[in-house]
């Protein structure tokens, strides 16, 4: 046997010439090789994939950096029972007005920590009209994004395709065990010792 990892990987890919491989071995070859050739092209799939993600992801940023202002905001009222958000970290409520980017004043509830008290300023972001707003998305969600994007496609298809290539190993050798055990019913009683 050779120690060649790459003529170890052709002979596993069925690409080297035994005249010894049944017709199930090179069946169970081509959907090895075929798997190999499904996930380079997941892989290439994947990185074009993520890239378009990350794309998105930039054009998405500059929109939201251009249509949303960070204004301070002066809480007009204490902090409600802070209760726990999606980050862990505990959130309060709090009346509080801020002047919108087209100089109107406005007033609402906003989400403050709960060491904040009546008269504090506070940082916000809101909409070209005042209205509250998420911040806008940044450089490290959308590198999350797109690598997720990048890597869950590849991922997904090598699972997916191991799993084809294991069953289809499973199934040939219970077949290849079953074609074995009917032609050693045949041969075993020629090569029975009788004991005479």
């Excluded at 499973?170 to 029975?192: D, F, G, H, I, K």
């Amino acid at each position: 046997m050779s120690q060649n990892p790459f003529a170890r990987f052709a002979r596993w890919l069925g690409l080297d010439r035994n005249p010894l491989r049944r017709r199930c071995d090179r069946a169970e070859a081509v959907v090895r090789l075929a798997a190999v050739l499904g996930v380079v092209a997941a892989i290439v799939f994947g990185v074009m994939l993520g890239m378009r993600e990350y794309g998105n992801g930039l054009r998405t940023e500059a929109q939201q950096m251009r249509s949303r202002h960070q204004v301070a905001a002066t809480l007009t009222g204490d902090v409600t029972t802070p209760r726990l958000s999606v980050a862990g970290a505990a959130v309060g409520h709090a009346q509080a007005t801020w002047v919108a980017p087209d100089g109107t004043v406005r007033a609402g509830v906003i989400e403050v920590s709960p060491s904040r008290h009546a008269g504090e300023t506070v940082r916000i972001w809101t909409d070209g009209r005042g209205v509250i707003t998420p911040r806008p998305q940044d450089r490290e969600t959308t590198a999350v994004a797109a690598l997720t994007v990048g890597t869950g496609v590849p991922l997904a298809a090598a699972a997916i395709l191991a799993l084809l290539v294991t069953c289809t190993r499973l199934v040939n050798q219970r077949r290849a065990r079953r074609v074995w055990e009917a032609q050693w019913t045949v041969v075993e009683p020629m090569w029975r010792i009788n004991g005479r």
